[in-house]
């Protein structure tokens, strides 16, 4: 059995997956970062082209090479689609152990994934295979380190399609060269409040850095978090994308904490204010949407970060946000049914009640800003 060396990374908490846990360096600003790697086998088309017959032979050929193959968290899982149900589904997605494209997609398609599930390993998405390492905080280079190694042993199981003129061969020739995809989903309330946030992404894209929602492509941004990845993938190699992507995201680290400071020293009172809201709405509401519940315990997560609530913890905050994503409420609803009892919203709001009670932070934090 192949062995593939990982980072080690604790075990993960209950209920929150390992790049939501917040041990990871950089954790204030940057929430998770994620490697990934398209790769194509060379004797079928594309999925978006394959027939039924394809997928369900590549699918039986990419796991019987997994059978061979373990990290340091233990072997790998691997799942079909066609055997699990959309909730089960919807819930990978959430977790980000699949992308929300592989929702859509048809015919045998599925992911293979370690105990931690921080290895993980789609089939049939856009590509054939799109291997990804994943963790809390700034992990880069270790990340790419994994990532690297399950490709390199998929890759002696597996026929790649390369083009030495072009390199590993993609659906979207905008992946094709190294197929690498580096992405860091950051928490930037400072840049937001102090209006800095666009001037920052445009620098960034300049830098060749692309700006994408809370559930990456295709998603709005919500409770401040923005996802960012580079944008070529061609023309230079794997190790030097992922150093000047992420020189760029310490740049943007350093310049959400200028922020907040900048908050704390010329806006503390407002930012108090701020929190305080957020706390009462959360404590009060009867109907919750998610894209609401994120954007309101940003403005809890900016105070703990701040010095300004201390009713609750940062991990605290990202079980309550896991719990109330649309897929995981749905299993707290009603367990695995497709069509559980009651409304999300309002049980969402239920929740929040629940966890945020009446309490004394508002007079504690007007204390501190007199």
Same mark, same amino acid.
């Given at each position: 059995?192949s062995?593939?060396?990982?980072?080690?990374a604790?075990?993960?908490?209950?209920? /929150?997956?390992?790049?939501f846990d917040?041990?990871?360096?950089?954790?204030d /600003?940057?929430?998770?970062?994620?490697?990934?790697?398209?790769? *194509?086998?060379?004797?079928?088309?594309?999925p978006?082209?394959?027939?039924?017959?394809?997928?369900? =032979?590549?699918?039986?050929?990419?796991?019987?090479?997994f059978?061979?193959?373990?990290?340091?968290?233990? %072997?790998?899982?691997?799942? *079909?689609?066609?055997?699990?149900g =959309?909730?089960?589904?919807?819930?990978?997605?959430?977790e980000?152990?699949?992308?929300?494209?592989?929702?859509?997609?048809?015919?045998?398609?599925? /992911?293979?994934?370690?105990?931690?599930? #921080?290895?993980?390993?789609?089939?049939?998405?856009?590509?054939?295979? @799109? !291997? #990804?390492?994943?963790?809390?905080?700034?992990?880069?280079?270790?990340?790419?380190?994994?990532?690297?190694?399950?490709?390199?042993v998929?890759?002696?199981g597996?026929?790649?399609a390369?083009s030495?003129?072009?390199?590993f061969?993609?659906?979207c020739?905008?992946?094709?060269?190294? +197929?690498?995809?580096?992405?860091?989903?950051?928490?930037?309330?400072?840049?937001v409040?102090?209006?800095?946030?666009?001037?920052?992404?445009?620098?960034?894209s300049?830098?060749?850095?692309?700006?994408? %929602?809370?559930?990456?492509?295709h998603?709005d941004?919500?409770? *401040?978090?923005?996802?960012?990845?580079n944008?070529?993938?061609?023309?230079a190699?794997?190790?030097?994308?992922?150093?000047?992507?992420? %020189? /760029?995201?310490?740049?943007?680290?350093?310049?959400?904490?200028?922020?907040?400071?900048?908050?704390?020293?010329?806006?503390?009172?407002?930012?108090?204010?701020?929190?305080? @809201?957020?706390?009462? !709405?959360?404590?009060?509401?009867?109907?919750?949407?998610? +894209?609401?519940?994120?954007?309101?315990?940003?403005?809890?997560?900016?105070?703990?970060?701040?010095?300004?609530?201390?009713?609750?913890? $940062?991990?605290?905050? *990202?079980?309550? $946000?896991?719990?109330?994503? &649309?897929?995981?409420?749905?299993?707290?609803? %009603?367990?695995?049914?497709?069509?559980?009892?009651?409304? &999300?919203?309002? $049980?969402?709001?239920?929740?929040?009640?629940?966890?945020? &009670? #009446?309490?004394?932070?508002?007079?504690?934090t007007? =204390?501190?800003?007199?």
């Open positions: 059995m062995a593939v060396a990982g980072r080690g604790s075990c993960r908490r209950k209920g /929150v997956p390992v790049w917040r041990s990871g360096p950089e954790g /600003v940057v929430v998770s970062t994620r490697i990934r790697l398209a790769r *194509n086998l060379a004797e079928y088309r594309f978006g082209r394959a027939s039924t017959r394809e997928k369900q =032979k590549i699918f039986k050929e990419v796991s019987a090479v059978e061979g193959v373990s990290t340091d968290s233990g %072997g790998f899982e691997v799942i *079909n689609f066609g055997h699990i =959309k909730l089960q589904q919807h819930l990978l997605a959430e980000r152990v699949v992308s929300v494209d592989m929702l859509r997609g048809e015919g045998d398609r599925g /992911v293979a994934f370690d105990r931690l599930r #921080q290895s993980c390993v789609m089939i049939n998405e856009e590509d054939h295979l @799109r !291997i #990804q390492g994943i963790d809390s905080g700034f992990h880069t280079f270790d990340l790419w380190e994994t990532a690297s190694a399950v490709d390199d998929l890759g002696k597996l026929k790649y390369y030495e003129r072009l390199g061969l993609t659906a020739p905008t992946n094709s060269g190294t +197929g690498l995809r580096v992405s860091y989903l950051m928490h930037l309330p400072g840049l409040l102090t209006k800095a946030i666009d001037p920052v992404l445009q620098g960034a300049q830098m060749g850095v692309a700006t994408r %929602g809370f559930f990456g492509e998603s941004v919500l409770g *401040n978090f923005f996802q960012l990845s944008q070529a993938t061609l023309g190699s794997e190790a030097e994308f992922i150093e000047a992507t992420s %020189g /760029v995201i310490r740049e943007i680290v350093g310049h959400e904490r200028a922020a907040r400071e900048r908050l704390m020293k010329e806006a503390r009172l407002e930012v108090s204010d701020k929190v305080c @809201r957020a706390h009462a !709405i959360l404590c009060g509401a009867r109907v919750l949407g998610f +894209g609401e519940l994120l954007n309101l315990t940003s403005a809890i997560r900016l105070g703990i970060e701040c010095g300004l609530y201390t009713d609750h913890t $940062v991990d605290d905050l *990202n079980t309550f $946000v896991m719990v109330c994503m &649309p897929a995981h409420l749905q299993v707290y609803i %009603g367990g695995l049914k497709e069509d559980p009892p009651g409304e &999300p919203d309002v $049980v969402r709001a239920d929740l929040a009640r629940a966890v945020f &009670p #009446q309490s004394t932070t508002g007079r504690k007007r =204390k501190k800003t007199a």
